[in-house]
Nanobody
Framework: QVQLVESGGGLVQAGGSLILSCAAS????????MGWYRQAPGKQRELVAA???????VYVDSVKGRFTISRDNAKNTVYLQMNSLKPEDTAVYYC?????????WGQGTQVTVPS
């Protein structure tokens, strides 16, 4: 059974840094596309960053140059390094795993950047 568990959220001052981790289970991890999504109050859930099984990465324009997604297949873990945080980054961040039309979501972790 695939399960995703996020950790690392918290309150960080503007300009600060935070790293989120998502620990997955199952032998399909290395074949999966992984992503981080976020949902701010009153907003739709949006893709923040994604990394494919091949290692290819994509980012939403607003975080390019500030956030870095990475994966460690030996640990079944995906990370999101967040630097130069802004109040606009405040949201619940969710880990997503996808392979062959199977999609799994983590429970979410809160990131708060006060203005």
């Amino acid at each position: 059974q695939v399960q995703l568990v996020e950790s690392g959220g918290g309150l960080v001052q503007a300009g600060g840094s935070l790293i989120l981790s998502c620990a997955a289970s199952g032998i399909i991890f290395r074949l999966s596309n992984m992503g981080w999504y976020r949902q701010a109050p009153g907003k739709q859930r949006e893709l923040v960053a994604a990394i494919g099984a091949s290692g290819t990465t994509v980012y939403v324009d607003s975080v390019k140059g500030r956030f870095t997604i990475s994966r460690d297949n030996a640990k079944n873990t995906v990370y999101l390094q967040m630097n130069s945080l802004k109040p606009e980054d405040t949201a619940v961040y969710y880990c997503r795993q996808e392979r062959s039309d199977y999609v799994y979501w983590g429970q979410g972790t809160q990131v708060t950047v006060p203005s």
